[in-house]
């Protein structure tokens, strides 16, 4: 008894649903790492907006270890600014770097989210393809056993 070659279609269509599933894990945790790093940036904007020259800080110095130290001047920051480039700013303009790359960080979240709804679109036709294929099928098997009865 054959299927019509229809299994193939949708061994085919099962496999392109499964990389549809897998790139939108990938882009929903390349989200959850932005969204992290936004979250460090508001930490770093909360900062420079509460502390003050001769303020103590806790400063990371790897391994999970900490020094405290006193904050000299508020008014020399330096803020990456990407590409292994960083720049030297007083408070106001560390803010503005800050906010610009978190307004970057959100642009790009945007951008993934909508990657994200065409793969869930691209997902739906699929499954939808595949459903007619296999309805497709039932009513073959359905016939040739009719036919093999009468």
Sequence with gaps: MSLGGGGGQLQELASQIEQLEQAQQALRAEIEGLQ??????????????????????QVPVGGGAYLRAEVEDMEEIIVELGADYAAEC????????????????????????????????ESKQLEERAQQLQTQQMQQMQQQMQQEDE
């Excluded at 007083?90 to 951008?111: G, M, N, P, T, Y």
Aim: aromatic share 0%; proline share 0%; net charge negative.
């Design 36 to 57: 992290s790093e936004q979250g460090d940036i508001s930490e770093a904007i909360d900062a420079i907006d509460h502390l003050e020259t001769g303020a103590t800080v």
């Design 90 to 121: 007083d408070s106001e303009e560390a803010v503005e770097a800050l906010s610009s790359k978190q307004d970057a960080l959100d642009d790009r979240i945007e951008e993934i989210e909508a990657e994200i709804s065409n793969i869930e679109s």
